[in-house]
């Protein structure tokens, strides 16, 4: 099974800061990694699609970047409505997998 | 617009069934698989299988094997998971999602399972 091991686990960052959370997969997986945004007792929402392309109606502050196994999301200026939980997820093998979450609160 | 709406809140005592919907509009059902994903309270997200609702194949798994069973109603356009022997640490939200090819595009609002004596 693939594992995500995402970083970090939290962060506490201000208004117009720049962000990156990362994700590192345990085997190759050809980029087919999305990212998710989830607020509290909802659902995620797809944000970034095969590592780095935008989805339709996604902010461009948001954008994904692959190097190998390793991913990042970066989001360039925080703005209120992004402070959620992130994960990163791969789509390439059975079981998919997810990271652990990264918790993105204000300072 | 793609919407798939999931059923109500459940209680359950430990060692009951419960079934949960997932009726999806907007799209041609049979040509998007439909995943489900657990997500225990305070928790991260889990992925448990599929199921192609045009030919009713499903993948699940391993860990939910023998637990899990989804099914669809293609005249309703919509997708059931069965949940046997439900312990106290089945307590969770779980999503409906269709997928193609693998990604995950849009999201059933969930379905909250609560298990309980």
């Known amino acids: 099974d693939i594992q995500m091991t995402q970083s970090p686990s939290s962060l506490s960052a201000s208004l117009g800061d720049r962000v990156t959370i990362t994700c590192r997969a345990s085997?190759?997986?050809?980029?087919?990694l999305a990212w998710f945004q989830q607020k509290p007792g909802k659902a995620p929402k797809l944000l970034v699609s095969k590592a780095s392309t935008l989805e339709s109606g996604v902010p461009s502050r948001f954008s994904g970047t692959a190097s190998g196994t390793d991913f990042t999301l970066t989001i360039s200026s925080l703005q209120p409505d992004d402070f959620a939980t992130y994960y990163c997820q791969q789509y390439s093998n059975y079981p998919y997998s997810f990271g652990q979450g990264t918790k993105l609160d204000i300072k | 617009q793609v919407q798939l709406v999931q059923s109500g809140a459940e209680v359950r005592k430990p060692g009951a069934s419960v079934t949960l919907s997932c009726k999806a509009s907007?799209?041609?059902?049979?040509?998007?698989?439909i995943h489900w994903v657990r997500q225990a309270p305070g928790q991260g997200l889990e992925w448990m299988g599929w199921i192609n609702p045009n030919t009713g194949g499903s993948h699940y798994a391993q860990k939910f094997q023998g637990w899990v069973t989804m099914t669809r109603d293609t005249s309703l356009s919509t997708v059931y998971m069965e949940l046997r022997s439900l312990k106290s640490d089945d307590t969770a939200l779980f999503f409906c999602a269709r997928s193609l090819g693998g990604l995950f595009d849009s999201w059933g609002q969930g379905t909250l399972v609560t298990v309980s004596s």
């Open positions: 085997q190759s997986i050809a980029n087919w």
């Open positions: 907007g799209y041609t059902f049979s040509r998007y698989h």
